[in-house]
Nanobody, 120 residues
């Protein structure tokens, strides 16, 4: 059974930083592409960043240069380091996993989400 458990969300002032973690179990983590999505109130869930099985990364333009996605295969955990946070980054952040380990993921599983709130 696949489980993705996010942590690290919270309330932070604009300009601050947070690091989200997503601990995965029930998958061969090192072979999976992992992703982070977010959903702001009244908006659709949107892709934030992905990291493939070989460590290639992609970021949505609005977070490029501020956010960094990384993975620790030994800990079966993916991270999202978020710096220079803005109020518009406020959302529920979700971790997701694709058994296709490449840059064309098909998301198989989702975490429960963690709230990030950035105050102005």
């Amino acid at each position: 059974q696949v489980q993705l458990v996010e942590s690290g969300g919270g309330l932070v002032q604009a300009g601050g930083s947070l690091r989200l973690s997503c601990a995965a179990s029930g998958i061969i983590f090192s072979t999976y592409t992992m992703g982070w999505y977010r959903q702001a109130p009244g908006k659709q869930r949107a892709l934030v960043a992905i990291i493939t099985s070989v460590g290639s990364t992609y970021y949505t333009p609005s977070v490029k240069g501020r956010f960094t996605v990384s993975r620790d295969n030994a800990k079966t955990t993916v991270y999202l380091q978020m710096n220079s946070l803005k109020p518009e980054d406020t959302a529920v952040y979700y971790c997701t996993a694709s058994s296709r380990g490449d840059e064309n993921p098909r998301w198989d599983s989702w975490g429960q989400g963690t709230q990030v709130t950035v105050s102005s």
